[in-house]
């Protein structure tokens, strides 16, 4: 099939049919800032950060599109940081960093665009998390599971097990907390327990090197989904 | 029974009732009616009827528009027009069952009008045609046409006034050549923002797909709007065959056709009229298989929203109807390709649907022939707010704000000076008073930084402080974001305390430019339209109204006397004649003094509620 042509910061570079803008950007060296994008799920546009300017023709009329899920076409013309594209970034950088002035990475990215010290008086109540849904999305789009999801709507939207309780079907695969940008969602792990969203799992020994490397409920959930008997998964990754 | 038949039996029915031989009391039921006292009327007529050994049939009808009369019955007598009486408490029906039925009392001052055209009702007893009233003088109905007059209960009143004429039609045109002819009469999207109907048909109609969903919008959730309630309510037929010719023009020859009727569950009279409505159209062989022997399928039903503003947003709607949280979803891919269940969906508004029949009744022409350039047709507004006629209006489109005002309207309440009109709901914008000769249309609304929305159209008056205006509208949406964009999520919330800030007198200048800087980058970056056009309430006072909030910031000065931080009572003691009132209303205790002697107001204690300057009958009361 014939590759699509379009231009990018006046760089003429080419796309396959299908693709999403953000992912051409990258690939061909442009650098795109996000906060809510894993390669691994399906992209939403919920940060807002990986905004460009998009025309059909030099000089027409232009959008602002989310990057992440606009599926490129040919003789597209883009802007990366064009004024309305800063100022979309600008905007979405200082409201969160008013919102988490803690989330980590949070001040060095909003510090590129500088911005430092947002006009609007800082948030305590909303911990680091950003809302980027990137543990929602992992947990039910990578490990089929569905424990978190959104609880309430708006300003006091939260992400978490429903109703915040500890969730029957959470496997303490600790996926969430490994995916989130920001460090918001705490693991612990002491002695053969881990801890997560409020709900404990007891930890399995590897029968190899005696260390305790996973909840013994995410390798019975691990047995029953592929069938592989639960004395074969009591090694860890590290000896297998 | 066939169609025919079906018309014949209807409107012998119809027509009987309009020459009966017993008198015929119409009540205005609509949620609107009821809210003003028509269940209890209802309650008592047959009591009072009785009790008065009269026989009469009483038949609870839609609303037919002007809230401000309500609640409306009408009384049809045997040989005599059907008139209609305005503000209709209890005491005021014994009286008209009594005068007008015993005894032959038509009482002409209690009475808005004669419902009905044509020369055989005209001038009776000194009461003018209803539609001579000055409010209802320059409309046109069109998707409103049955409202008020026939009983949304009955598909033979829908029948017997030209029902289901337009999906008979249909049937004998190609599905190519009726989207030709909605594409002809010019039918815009009645649910905001005014996309061609035929195009989007169209679109529709050519994507690939096994089953194409039509959807009919009723999540109607503007603060002030309430045109699609009264047409569900109203005359839920209408909608059920406009939908139904969208359908069989979309899918037919090419897919199977599914509907649904997206209603907020808020709407409880809406959703058990329709899906009364939905039940006699089955019965009677317009919905399900073979419809009127044309072999075209279609079935439809009711889903219930949960009470989500966000949700009359298309993709938040279908989101919703897959029984998934109302979240927008980005529509770089249309949801005509990929909607409701990544199958081909065509979403239109209850208005919309109600104007179709109608168009393929009278011809693409006929339509096409109303309104401006570029929007054809009448519009339905919601007009409330301080004008002294307020309620339901459809006019024709390009109709000035001014006429809306002066008008249809009856100018403002209580002689004071109009200011400006909010139309569009939360996504609207404010348009001052020196605008007011523009006409009204999708165009020229946008043109000045509002939009049509759903239509609604609230007046203000020198009463009205613009940027409480705007914090209201900010605090609604605030409360209805849904959250999933950064922009309008926390946009909104920062916008609301800067607005709060400027109302209570602690606003700074560089708060007006922050606004106005968040406002622009929202409407590029947010996701969905609600975040997108949640900034034109604060922008567009900012635009014309700046001046206010100047005065906020730098006099701490609210010169409507609506931001309570920034005025102060006092009491004239020129004026007061010590009668007292005020103290005996004060909830705080802060209005004190002798009898008969000035008295004051302890600003430590005033809480600023006013009730003080609203008792005292000297008007000795004053706010500054």
Known sequence: MDKLKIQIDGKQVEAEKGEYLLGVCRRNGFAIPTLCHNDQVTPEGRCRLCVCEIRWEPGGRSRIVASCLYPVDDGLIVETHSDKVMLVRKTVLELLLARNPEAEGLPELAAEYGITKPRYPLDTDYGKCILCGLCVQTCREVVGVEALGYLMRGVTKKVGPAFMEPSPVCIGCGACAFVCPTGHIIMTEQGDERKIWGKTFKLEKCGKCGRFYAPKFELEWMSRLTGVPYEKLKVCPDCR | ?624
């Open chain 2, 1 to 624: 029974m066939d169609f025919k038949a079906l018309q014949e039996k209807s409107r012998r029915e119809y027509q009987a009732r309009l020459n009966s031989e017993v008198p015929v009391i119409y009540v205005g039921a609509a949620t609107c009616g009821l809210a003003a006292g028509a269940g209890e009327l209802l309650k008592m007529l047959p009591s009072e009827l009785s009790a008065l050994k009269l026989k009469a049939e009483v038949v609870p009808v839609g609303c037919i528009g002007p809230c401000c009369f309500e609640p409306l019955v009408d009384i049809q007598k045997p040989g005599k027009p059907r008139i209609c009486y305005k503000q209709v408490t209890p005491r005021i029906l014994k009286t008209l069952l009594q005068d007008c039925l015993v005894n032959d009392n038509l009482h002409p001052e209690l009475a808005l009008g004669i419902v009905g055209e044509g020369p055989a009702f005209r001038g009776i007893d000194g009461i003018p045609l209803l539609f001579d009233h000055q409010m209802l003088k320059g409309q046109m109905r069109v998707a409103l046409r049955n409202c008020g007059y026939i009983d949304p209960t009955r598909i033979e009143d829908y029948i017997a006034r030209g029902g289901y004429i337009g999906l008979e039609k249909a049937f004998r045109m190609k599905p190519e050549e009726i989207i030709d002819w909605i594409k002809k009469s010019g039918l815009r999207g009645r649910g905001g923002g005014g996309f061609g109907t035929a195009r989007k048909w169209d679109s529709v109609r050519k994507a690939e797909g096994s089953v194409k969903y039509i959807l009919c919008n009723g999540d109607e959730g503007d603060p002030g709007a309430f045109m699609d309630r009264s047409t569900m309510e109203s005359d839920p037929h209408s909608v059920i065959e406009g939908q139904l010719i969208a359908a069989y023009a979309i899918s037919s020859g090419k897919a199977r056709a599914e509907g649904y009727i997206y209603v907020r569950n808020e709407y409880p009279l809406a959703v058990k009229n329709l899906a009364l409505a939905l039940e006699q159209a089955r019965q009677y062989g317009f919905l399900g298989k073979n419809i009127l022997g044309s072999g075209f399928d279609f079935e439809l039903r009711i889903n219930r929203g949960g009470g989500a503003f966000v949700c009359g947003e298309s993709s938040a709607l279908m989101r919703s109807l897959e029984g998934k949280a109302g979240e927008p979803r980005q529509k770089y891919i249309h949801a005509s390709d990929k909607g409701l269940w990544e199958q081909p969906t065509n979403l239109n508004n209850v208005e919309t649907y109600a104007c179709v029949p109608e168009i393929i009744n009278r011809g693409p022409e006929w339509f096409a022939g109303i309104g401006t350039k570029g929007s054809k047709g009448t519009k339905v507004f919601s007009l409330v707010g301080k004008v002294n006629y307020t309620g339901l209006v459809e006019v024709p489109m390009g109709v000035t704000l001014r006429d809306m005002v002066v008008k249809i309207g009856g100018g403002i309440r209580g002689g004071k000076k109009v200011k400006a009109v909010q139309t569009g709901g939360p996504s609207g914008g404010v348009i001052p008073e020196s605008l007011f000769d523009l006409q009204v249309d999708f165009d020229e609304l946008a043109r000045v930084g509002s939009m049509m929305g759903s239509g609604g159209m609230i007046v203000m008056s020198e009463e009205d402080c613009m940027v409480d205006v705007a914090l209201y509208y900010v605090k609604f949406l605030e409360q209805e974001s849904c959250g999933k964009c950064v922009p309008c999520r926390e946009g909104l919330r920062r916008m609301k305390n800067i607005l709060s800030r400027i109302t209570e007198g602690k606003g700074a200048m560089e708060d007006v430019a922050l606004l106005y800087e968040l406002g622009q980058a929202m409407q590029i970056g947010s996701l969905c339209g609600l975040g997108q056009s949640a900034p034109n309430p604060v922008l567009s006072t900012i635009k014309y109204f700046r001046k206010e909030y100047e005065q906020h910031i730098l006099e701490k000065k609210c010169c409507a006397g609506v931001c309570t931080a920034l005025i102060s009572y006092s009491i004239d003691p020129q004026t007061c004649n010590g009668c007292h009132l005020c103290e005996i209303h004060c909830p705080t205790g802060a209005a004190k003094g002798e009898k008969k002697k000035p008295h004051v107001i302890n600003q430590e204690l005033c809480i600023k509620c006013g009730i003080c300057c609203d008792v005292c009958r000297q008007d000795a009361v004053l706010k500054k």
